[in-house]
């Protein structure tokens, strides 16, 4: 299972640190990816991190603005947002895949972000 906080209302500039926590299933096994939805707009991967920290991805609309972490011993993953935008409104949802699938096992039940002044 994972669940995802750390959602809210922030102005334009602002930060937000999002948190994924795990249970149930090796977490160093895992991928952990951040994926966002906006109203009336598709999902789309916003950023990934590899099993024990190897390999990093951004999405080109957030890379040098997000920071994606893990924390292995604590079987959590973070997503650190700043500089946010407007169009960083979304549902945010973190999501698991076992390495050398390329199927998300896992996903979170989301967590809101609102970005407006």
């Known amino acids: 299972q994972l669940q995802a906080s750390g959602g809210g209302l922030v102005q334009p500039g602002g930060s937000l640190r999002l948190s994924c926590a795990t249970s149930?299933?090796?977490?160093?096994?895992?991928?952990i990816a951040w994926f966002r939805q906006a109203p009336g707009k598709e999902r789309e991967g916003v950023s990934c991190?590899?099993?024990?920290?190897?390999?990093?991805y951004y999405a080109d609309t957030v890379k040098g603005r997000f920071t994606v972490s893990r924390n292995d011993p604590k079987n959590t993953a973070a997503l650190q947002m700043d500089s946010l935008k407007p169009e960083d409104t979304a549902v945010y949802y973190c999501?698991?895949?076992?390495?050398?699938?390329?199927?998300?096992?896992?996903w979170g039940q989301g967590t809101l972000v609102t970005v407006s002044s």
């Open positions: 999501a698991a895949r076992e390495i050398g699938s390329t199927e998300y096992d896992y």
């Open positions: 149930g299933f090796i977490f160093d096994d895992y991928a």
């Open positions: 991190i590899g099993s024990s920290g190897e390999g990093t």
